[in-house]
Each structure stands twice: as structure tokens, then as C-alpha cells.
């Protein structure tokens, strides 16, 4: 609530908590992998980490690495996740289950496009950033209309996740990279229907990390 008796919205955006293809650099997409027991000790720390913050609703990714991820706070919040198909992963077509070495041995040119201009490339029989970025845009506003001045958690995945964020930011796709998104992060956006979002969090892992960790002595 603002000074003035404004209602905000919050948004409390997360990326689902560690796999094994994360730990191999494996281009996961549409393909349903589950957590790894790191993951798994992760989304309980998570959950840990809200604990006592009224939640409105919690949705998620219907892949399950998203869903695991948001079942310990549910279950804290004595809430239903609700799975959404606008927050479900980038498709990266032929790309899914290839390691980033295989990917650029095999596509070198295609891969080089991803790095160097993401917004523009389409991987093979997959999803431009563009078309994702838009539904999941259009998931939050309905979420946003559904809640309006209530506290809502989203567990996703990390490109939509840097989506969202550009997003609310009025950020361009080129910043794609520009975003750090790590495993079981949380992000955390205020949201004004006259003035829009604010970001009060980004990338937040203290829950699981000390900061002292990240920075440099």
C-alpha cells in the first residue's frame, strides 16, 4: 500500500531450482526434466525463505521442474500451483536435449546468431523470443487483472524469466544476455496500473547463498 492509499501489486517471479541438465549445459526447452536432489534441497529453501508472506495465488510452468519447484511453498502456503502454458519454456526445437558443445559443433553459424543477436534467430522448429516474450506478457496481465493489488509467485524458467524482466523494464530483446537468471532465483516487481512496474528484486539467491560468495575480495 503507498502513502497515498495506492494499491500495488507484487510480483515474486522465479526460476525453478536446479537439473541435471543444467549441471551439463544441455538446452532443456519443451523437454520435461525433472529436479536433481540439489534442485530439490533448493525449491526447499525457498520455500523456507517466504515463509510467512501471504501469497494470492501461485502458477507455474506445467513442465515439471517448475512444478516441483513450487510444491514446497504451496504446500507452506496451503495453496494449488496453477499450471499456465504462457509460462512454459522457450521451445528450442532441434536444439532440445543437446549440449551447448554439440549445438555449436553442429550449428556453428546458427549458434553464433543466438549469441550475438538472440531477438533476431529462430532455432530450428522452435520459438522466436519475440513470440515468447508476448505470451507470457499476456499470462501476467491476466494475473495481473485476477489479482489486482494482491501478492502473486510465478515459477518459470530462465528465458522467460529475462523476458518478463525485460518486459517490465521497457527493455529490447537485445538485452537478452544482459540478464543473469540463475537456478532458483526469485525476482520480485511491484506493480502500479498507472505507472507500472518497479523492480525490488533481481536474481535473489541469498536464501541459498551468501552474498559474500559472489563478490570479489
Same mark, same amino acid.
Given at each position: 500500500? $503507498? ?9 515474486? /517471479?522465479? @526460476?525453478?531450482?536446479? &537439473? %541435471?541438465?543444467?549441471? !551439463? ?26 515463509? $510467512? ?9 506445467? /513442465?515439471? @521442474?517448475?512444478?516441483? &519447484? %513450487?510444491?514446497?511453498? !504451496? ?37 553464433? /546468431? ?48 529475462? /523476458? ?54
Amino acid at each position: 500500500m $503507498g502513502s497515498l492509499g495506492e494499491q500495488f501489486a507484487q510480483v515474486i /517471479l522465479i @526460476r525453478h531450482g536446479e &537439473t %541435471a541438465w543444467n549441471q !551439463a549445459q544441455t538446452f532443456r526447452g519443451r523437454k520435461d526434466i525433472p529436479l536433481n536432489a540439489k534442485g530439490k534441497e533448493q525449491a526447499k529453501k525457498l520455500a523456507d525463505s517466504l515463509e $510467512g508472506i501471504s501469497l494470492d495465488g501461485i502458477y507455474s510452468s506445467p /513442465l515439471q @521442474r517448475a512444478l516441483q &519447484t %513450487a510444491k514446497p511453498l !504451496a504446500e507452506k502456503c496451503n495453496l494449488n500451483v496453477v499450471p499456465m502454458e504462457a509460462f512454459n519454456d522457450l521451445s528450442f526445437g532441434e536444439w532440445e536435449g543437446l549440449t551447448r558443445t554439440e549445438v555449436e559443433k553442429r550449428y556453428p553459424e546458427a549458434f553464433r /546468431l543466438w549469441v550475438e543477436s538472440p531477438q533476431d534467430y529462430v532455432c530450428p522448429g522452435g520459438e522466436s523470443l519475440e513470440g515468447a516474450r508476448q505470451r507470457a506478457k499476456d499470462g501476467l496481465d491476466n494475473l495481473l487483472q485476477k489479482h489486482d493489488g494482491g501478492t502473486i509467485a510465478i515459477v518459470t524458467h530462465r528465458v522467460i524469466l529475462k /523476458l518478463l524482466l525485460l518486459e517490465a523494464l521497457g527493455l529490447d530483446n537485445k538485452k537478452f544476455w544482459h540478464l543473469q537468471q540463475d537456478n532458483c532465483a526469485l525476482n520480485v516487481l511491484k506493480h502500479d496500473s498507472r505507472k507500472g512496474f518497479t523492480l525490488v528484486r533481481f536474481n535473489e539467491t541469498s536464501h541459498l547463498h551468501p552474498l559474500k560468495e559472489f563478490l570479489r575480495r
